[in-house]
């Protein structure tokens, strides 16, 4: 059963960092695409970022230069460094992968900035 656990998030000032993990298991991490993707209220939930296996990386165009996405193969962990937080930010995050065809989700984490 693949399942993908998030921690990390919490509140920050504008212009802090913080950092998002999500942890995996149930599948071969090593050759899986992740990805983040953010969701508000009443809003569609966007995509954020993507590292592949070979550790190429995509980001959408509002975090491009603040935002990192990283894996580390040997704790089947993504992460997702966010440096130079904006209020826009704020929003509910999740971690993402594709297994066998099927979509799975972290919990989703609370990212919170204020003025």
């Known amino acids: 059963q693949v399942r993908l656990v998030q921690s990390g998030g919490g509140e920050v000032q504008a212009g802090g960092s913080l950092r998002l993990s999500c942890r995996t298991s149930?599948?071969?991490?090593?050759?899986?695409?992740m990805a983040w993707y953010r969701q508000t209220p009443g809003k569609q939930r966007d995509w954020v970022a993507t590292?592949?296996?070979?550790?190429?990386?995509d980001y959408t165009d509002s975090v491009k230069g603040r935002f990192t996405i990283s894996r580390d193969n040997a704790w089947a962990t993504v992460y997702l460094q966010m440096n130079n937080l904006k209020l826009e930010d704020t929003a509910n995050y999740y971690c993402?992968?594709?297994?066998?065809?099927?979509?799975?989700w972290g919990q989703g984490t609370q990212v919170t900035v204020s003025s």
């Open positions: 149930g599948m071969n991490f090593k050759i899986a695409r």
């Open positions: 993402q992968t594709t297994w066998r065809s099927l979509n799975f």
């Open positions: 590292i592949n296996s070979d550790g190429s990386t």
